[in-house]
């Protein structure tokens, strides 16, 4: 692991422990803490100053987390990580639902891990109309879709 973080520029941190069948998620948590307190260690103490780091392993989100706590000196909008996924299936949820094409949705965010618990946030969300932007919530106009089927 030091080998490959010295001098480096760009991280992208693809290992993480996967979840075996049986196992909680507190299970895997504590086998990806372990994992990333040392992968973070070595880029703290190795890698270049301005180091960009890319978290893809799930959880991602919180592998991102432990990873900038064990590494305080990589600036923390360096860090960041892949709900890429889970982010698509949201554009296109709205997209699909407003009869738009999914480059016209903008700024749904991804809260928390790939998981029963994240959170898709439509809150900022907009989309570009003949009229302008609009936001989500407004052209959809049904709290009970977006807290539900949505969700």
Known sequence: VVEACK???IAVMVGGFPRKEGMER???MSKNVSIYKA???ALEQHAA???KVLVVANPANTNALILKEFAPSIPEKNISCLTRLDHNRALGQIAERLKVHVTDVKNIIIWGNHSSTQYPDVNHATV???EGEKPVRELIA??????TEFI
């Open 7 to 9: 001098g480096v520029n």
């Open 26 to 28: 507190k299970d895997v």
């Open 142 to 147: 049904d709290d009970k879709w977006l807290k």
């Open 49 to 51: 100053k301005n180091c």
């Open 39 to 41: 992968q973070a260690s």
């Open 128 to 130: 570009t109309t003949s």
